[in-house]
C-alpha cells in the first residue's frame, strides 16, 4: 500500500490492560510520528523518530506510555495499565524528512478502555 | 508557549458564500504553519502550507505575523469542502505540529 497503516483500526481494552498499537510509515520516510486525539480535540504531539532514534518523547503522558521504532520503518507504541482517560484515536504520521515536509497521517487506532 | 487556537467549532454558510476560517497562533520563532483537512471517514491531510503560498482547492491562507494569523480562506463555498479542518503549526526543525482545536465547516445546499 502507499499510505501510513495502522492496526488494529479500533481496540478495546479492559482497565489494567496492555495494549499495542502498531504503524507502518511510507516506506523510506525517515520521520515517525505518533499523536493522540481525543474526543472533540485536535491531535496533540506524543513523540517523534528519526529512522531509529526517538529524538523527542516530551508528549507522552506518562510511563505507561512507551514507543519503538527498532528498525526504522514500523514503529509500536505501547501503553501499560490502560487507564479511561487513554481512550482517543492515536494517530502515526511519517514524512519523508522533517521541517516543513508534508506529514501522511494514517487513519488512526481508535481506542476505548473499559 | 506554543500554541494554535482556532476560535469557531462549527462554521456553517451556504453554497456560494465566502468562506474563511480563523486561526491563530502563539510562537516566539519563525512558524512554519499549515492548514490540515479531514473529509468525512477519510484520514487526515494537507491541505496547503504557507511556506509554498499556493491555492489548493480555491483555498488561501496568508500568514500575518503582526496579527499572528493564518486565516484560511476562499471565496466561493462548494458542498464538497464540507470538513473538519485544523491549522497547525510547526515549531523548530523536527517536523511535529501542534494543532488547534479545529473547525468542522458545513456548506449548505
Known amino acids: 500500500g502507499a499510505g501510513v497503516s495502522q492496526s488494529p483500526r479500533y481496540k478495546v481494552a479492559k482497565r489494567g490492560q496492555d495494549v499495542a498499537l502498531r504503524c507502518d510509515p511510507i516506506s523510506g520516510h525517515v520521520s515517525l510520528f505518533w499523536y493522540q486525539q481525543a474526543l472533540g480535540q485536535g491531535p496533540e504531539f506524543l513523540t517523534y523518530f528519526q529512522n531509529e532514534a526517538q529524538l523527542d518523547k516530551s508528549g507522552l503522558p506518562s510511563d505507561r506510555f512507551f514507543a519503538e521504532r527498532p528498525e526504522g520503518s514500523v514503529s509500536t507504541l505501547k501503553i501499560q495499565r490502560t487507564q479511561q482517560e487513554d481512550s482517543a484515536v492515536y494517530l502515526c504520521?511519517?514524512?519523508?524528512?522533517?521541517?516543513?515536509?508534508?506529514?501522511?497521517f494514517g487513519q488512526g487506532t481508535r481506542l476505548t478502555v473499559v | 508557549a506554543q500554541r494554535v487556537t482556532q476560535p469557531e467549532k462549527l462554521l456553517s454558510v451556504f453554497k456560494g458564500a465566502p468562506v474563511e476560517l480563523k486561526c491563530n497562533y502563539s510562537?516566539?520563532?519563525?512558524?512554519?504553519l499549515f492548514w490540515y483537512v479531514q473529509y468525512s471517514r477519510q484520514r487526515l491531510q494537507l491541505l496547503l502550507r504557507?511556506?509554498s503560498r499556493e491555492s489548493i482547492k480555491g483555498f488561501t491562507a496568508d500568514l500575518n505575523k503582526g496579527e499572528t494569523s493564518f486565516h484560511l480562506k476562499k471565496p466561493f463555498a462548494q458542498e464538497e469542502d464540507s470538513a473538519m479542518y485544523y491549522c497547525a503549526l510547526s515549531p523548530g526543525n523536527t517536523g511535529k505540529l501542534i494543532f488547534g482545536q479545529g473547525t468542522t465547516l458545513q456548506v449548505k445546499p
Open positions: 504520521a511519517s514524512s519523508i524528512e522533517n521541517r516543513g515536509t508534508e506529514a501522511f
Open positions: 504557507h511556506i
Open positions: 510562537y516566539s520563532g519563525s512558524p512554519e
